[in-house]
């Protein structure tokens, strides 16, 4: 079954500290992957996606298949970075939906 | 600039009531999500809909259904809401072809309390 895997509810790290979200997918088939951000009293919004290969505020996201992961890396963690981080994947076999995981609060510290 | 609306924000309901959540799009969107956000358990697929008078079920659709007359609207229906239905509710759209692409387009949720 489909499934995705953010091991960590909470991850705290000082200003200026890298920061690598995790997250580990199970789809057989050519898997799509997404971060989504919600920052708080904000609506859920797209950070970026696997096939884009693209940095969005510093982030960046590399596919590994081998091990199945998608995580989520800044080199230098920003007070403006804390917010939840959702990790999903697209379910091409029924109708596109996406599956997301638990979720990562993701807190930097002054 | 917002394109996903849901009519409420915050929501009270008794036990038992039958409790109607609206979302409300204007990109013209096919597909059309209707997700519960709970801390620890992350977003969980209730009802999706493809097009106009289309559902299915997601992954935790019991004690809810939707309804979707127009293409802009995706109403989600508790018939007889219990405590344990007391949750974050959010609505999304996209494109048919849309994922690869654009992702979802969320809205700004409603808190359900039922007491």
Same mark, same amino acid.
């Given at each position: 079954? !489909?499934?995705?895997?953010q091991?960590?509810k909470?991850?705290?790290v ?8 995790k /997250?580990?997918? @199970?789809? @057989? ?7 989504y951000v ?6 859920? !919004?797209l950070?970026?996606?696997h096939i884009?290969?693209?940095s969005i505020?510093?982030? +960046? ?20 970075? @804390?917010a939840? &981080? ?17 979720? +990562? ?6 | 600039?917002?394109?996903?609306? !849901?009519?409420s ?13 609206? /979302?409300v799009q ?12 709970d801390?620890g358990?992350g ?22 259904s939707?309804?979707?007359?127009k ?10 809401a219990?405590?344990?239905? +007391?949750s974050? &509710?959010?609505?999304? @759209?996209s ?5 690869a ?8 949720g ?6």
């Open positions: 079954a !489909q499934r995705v895997t091991p960590e909470l991850l705290s000082f200003k200026g500290a890298p920061v690598e979200l /997250c580990n997918y @199970s789809y @057989s088939g050519s898997p799509e992957l997404f971060w919600q920052y708080s009293r904000q609506r859920l !919004q950070l970026l996606r884009s290969r693209e505020k510093g982030f +960046t996201a590399d596919l590994n298949k081998g091990e199945t992961s998608f995580h989520l890396k800044k080199p230098f963690a920003q007070e403006e970075d @804390s939840m &981080y959702y990790c999903a994947l697209r379910d091409k076999s029924y109708g596109n939906k996406l599956v997301f995981g638990a979720g +990562t609060i993701l807190r930097v510290k002054s | 600039d917002v394109k996903v609306t !849901q009519s924000r915050y929501l009270v309901k008794r036990t038992g009531e039958k409790v109607f959540l609206e /979302c204007d990109m013209d969107h096919e597909n059309m999500f209707w997700y519960r956000q801390p358990l977003l969980r697929l209730i009802y999706f809909s493809y097009d106009v008078k289309m559902k299915e079920k997601g992954d935790i659709p019991e004690g809810y939707v309804s979707r007359e293409k802009e609207r995706f109403s989600l229906i508790l018939e007889s219990s405590t344990n239905q +007391t974050m &509710y959010l609505c999304a @759209s494109l048919r072809s849309s994922g692409q654009n992702g979802y387009t969320f809205g700004s409603t808190r359900l309390t039922v007491v």
